[in-house]
């Protein structure tokens, strides 16, 4: 299976929520891959730059996909059959009409979605000697010309990247006289095979995944986004107790090309356990869980490793219910109506907005109405300017400079400092309170005391751990965000004995 950022397990969603006249039209410089039912990015509309495992779980549905937009620098792959099996086409650019693809319209199961950084140099074939006359972009193997723009029997030209070797064969499903071309062709008069005569091409494409970054094994991070601590294991780990990464502090994993991984609840593969092909930036919304994994399992062998990396690239990612849980929607660009994200209209309760960027959330479609500024993680909308699920369209704004990046973050992180965590000893931030800053690794010898902590308040750019036990042992939860009710959590009402304090940049 090719590599891509993440596979979403999606929920369906009823057609009769999303109107059929439903659609964003494409703009210049729009940042998210978009998919289309009807050609000419027209019809029912879906907003996904993760991926789908099947399109029968959307509002695009199977067999239904007739266009696509994909933004500079994405690699989309589309799969005749659902979970990434089957023929396939992979896309760098933008196509108003698939039926002019090897995979055709309506055929389309699955997608895989993922942001390489630059696209390769494709295949250019031409109708006319020296490069003119109609031309098609390729990338892949194509087994019959027919059908495509070009067409069958009319290539007389063709430009071949470095390093790429294609081979043009007379007949269709690679049959017939071929010639091997190892660069650029002006007139295939001059070659064995002569001009309008190719009906198929294969492709040996070794640059076709050059910026893809492969991993020796499976790499763990305790933060979201493939962010923080990180520790690359090649082989089965039965305890991580004694790892650099740690016990319980997994939040997002990285799975390279040939391999699998499973993670387990307890060490010595013990427990719950949910097995992964893929990365994904964020073990919330998995059977799993965050901050669960003590224990995995590495099967399979990692293909070799690239010779180029590409920077990860950060983007937005809304979630429908508070404290950063529920389904998400990863974003890069403006969306002017949340109806097209998994998310939904009405439905965004918490968001991650990455150091440099900020987010205008407006209360109708097409960025009109009631407005609020984001410019940094939100667990809970309610009590905000907006409102908990009020949200319809969202735009993504961002500053490039560096150091305006790194001097917001610093502010944030200052200014959370100050402010401290606030514990209560009743639920809705009732009751005795005290603010702490620091670690407390025993709340029997702290002012507030032990076992009294019913609610509390966690100020963004900060993460708190709260232990059933004293010295940060027993069970334990994370908080990212205020919490007015702990007894519906894992954690509980009125258990804390210790409690760990980290300020994030």
Not at 36 to 55: C, H, K
Not at 336 to 343: K, P, R
Request: hydrophobic share 35%; charged share 25%; proline share 5%.
């Amino acid at each position: 299976m090719k590599p891509l950022m993440k596979v979403l397990f999606l929920v369906s969603i009823p057609l009769c929520c999303l109107p059929l006249a439903a659609q964003i039209s494409v703009r210049q410089g729009d940042e998210n891959v978009i998919f289309y039912r009807e050609r000419g990015f027209r019809g029912v509309t879906m907003v996904e730059n993760e991926g789908v495992r099947n399109f029968s779980d959307t509002p695009i549905g199977n067999d239904r996909l007739s266009s696509v937009h994909v933004p500079p620098g994405f690699q989309v792959t589309l799969y005749r059959d659902a979970r990434f099996r089957g023929e396939s086409v992979v896309l760098y650019h933008s196509e108003r009409d698939l039926s002019r693809t090897s995979l055709g319209a309506a055929q389309a199961s699955s997608a895989e979605v993922q942001w390489i950084g630059n696209a390769p140099q494709p295949i250019t074939v031409f109708s006319e000697p020296g490069y003119r006359g109609n031309r098609e972009d390729y990338y892949e193997t194509l087994s019959n010309f027919d059908g495509s723009t070009i067409g069958n029997d009319r290539i007389s030209s063709v430009r071949v990247p470095n390093g790429v070797t294609v081979t043009l064969y007379q007949h269709a499903h690679f049959r017939g006289r071929s010639v091997v071309l190892r660069g650029d062709a002006p007139n295939l008069a001059r070659t064995g095979l002569g001009v309008k005569e190719a009906s198929s091409m294969r492709v040996d494409y070794p640059g076709l995944n050059l910026q893809i970054k492969a991993f020796a094994g499976v790499t763990l991070f305790d933060d979201y986004g493939f962010t923080g601590r990180r520790e690359t294991i090649e082989v089965d780990d039965p305890d991580l107790r004694d790892n650099r990464i740690g016990n319980d502090r997994i939040r997002s994993i990285r799975v390279p090309r040939g391999l699998s991984v499973t993670l387990y609840e307890h060490v010595h593969f013990g427990g719950r356990s949910e097995t992964f092909s893929s990365s994904d930036d964020d073990l919330g919304d998995n059977r799993i869980g965050l901050d669960r994994v003590s224990s995995l399992k590495v099967f399979g062998r990692a293909l070799p490793a690239q010779q180029l990396e590409v920077e990860e690239r950060p983007g937005v990612r809304i979630y429908a219910d508070s404290k950063f849980r529920g389904h998400s929607d990863l974003l890069y660009g403006d969306v002017s109506d949340l109806a097209y994200t998994q998310v939904g209209p009405r439905r965004l309760s918490s968001l991650r907005v990455p150091p440099g960027f900020r987010v205008v959330l407006y209360g109708q479609p097409n960025f009109r109405g009631r407005s609020q500024i984001v410019d940094g993680d939100m667990g809970d909308l309610d009590g905000s300017r907006l409102g908990n699920d009020r949200a319809r369209s969202l735009r993504i704004e961002r500053s490039n400079t560096p150091v305006n990046r790194y001097r917001d973050r610093v502010q944030r992180r200052d200014r959370a400092r100050k402010r401290g965590i606030v514990l209560y000893a009743r639920p809705n931030f009732q009751g005795d309170h005290q603010t702490i800053y620091e670690d407390v690794a025993n709340l029997k010898r702290h002012p507030f005391g032990n076992d009294r902590l019913f609610s509390i308040k966690v100020p963004h750019g900060c993460r708190v751990t709260l232990y059933r036990d004293a010295h940060f042992k027993g069970r334990s939860e994370v908080f990212e965000a205020n919490d007015p009710v702990l007894g519906d959590n894992r954690i509980g009402a009125g258990q804390a004995s210790s409690i760990r304090v980290e300020w994030l940049d």
